[in-house]
Structure formats: structure tokens, C-alpha cells
């Protein structure tokens, strides 16, 4: 699991978008995937910890964005429409990717 682990994490983050584009918001599906990459700045909440990376650490509910509160603003951003929306889904699934990946970890 540990050589997969790394392996899902970045297709969820990289390509599975465009599965999510596709079937949400196939009218205007490449920009939607373009905003779904974008929410990978999320992680810029990286920079803020000491250690910056801890294989041993879940990024929900320990880093600012990736915070119960953000979430839930994310959860919010689902009920607008356009771009919002499209950013509240890419921000939802970076992190159920990130839940994923912590569900993964065996040292969690």
C-alpha cells in the first residue's frame, strides 16, 4: 500500500478532476478542471507548519485550510453558482483526497 499510496493521492489531485468536470460541468468542462487544478494552492497552508511536510501528519483539520471551518465555507461555496461552485467542488474533493490519503497512512 505504501507504493500505491503516493500513486492514488495524485491522480485524485491531478487527473480523476477531469472525470469531476466532465460529468458536472460538461458545458464548460475545461475550465472547470483549470479551476479544480487551481484548488491545489490549498496546500499553500503547507508552508505555515513546522515541520513543512510530515509523512506522519493528516493535512484535515490539522492545517489552516484544510481546517473544519474551511470546510465547511467550501460546503457554503456549493450553493452559488458558476466559478464558486466549481472551486467548492475541487476544494471538497482536494479534501476527501487529503481525508483519503490520511486513511491510508498506516502510521495515522
Known amino acids: 500500500m505504501e507504493i500505491a499510496r503516493p500513486i492514488i493521492h495524485y491522480f485524485l489531485h491531478l487527473v480523476f478532476p477531469i472525470v469531476l468536470a466532465w460529468l458536472f460541468f460538461r458545458k464548460d468542462w475545461k475550465k472547470a478542471y483549470f479551476l479544480m487544478l487551481l484548488t491545489m494552492l490549498v496546500d499553500v497552508d503547507h508552508l505555515f507548519a513546522t515541520p513543512i511536510f510530515d509523512p506522519n501528519r493528516g493535512s484535515v483539520g490539522f492545517h489552516l485550510f484544510h481546517g473544519y471551518v474551511a470546510i465547511g465555507v467550501y460546503i ?4 452559488f453558482k458558476g ?5 467548492g467542488v475541487g476544494l471538497l474533493f ?3 483526497t487529503d481525508f483519503l490519503d ?5 502510521h495515522l
Do not use: G, S, V, W
Open 76 to 79: 457554503l461555496m456549493l450553493f
Open 83 to 87: 466559478n464558486i461552485r466549481i472551486l
Open 94 to 96: 482536494h479534501m476527501f
Open 102 to 106: 490520511m486513511q491510508m497512512n498506516p
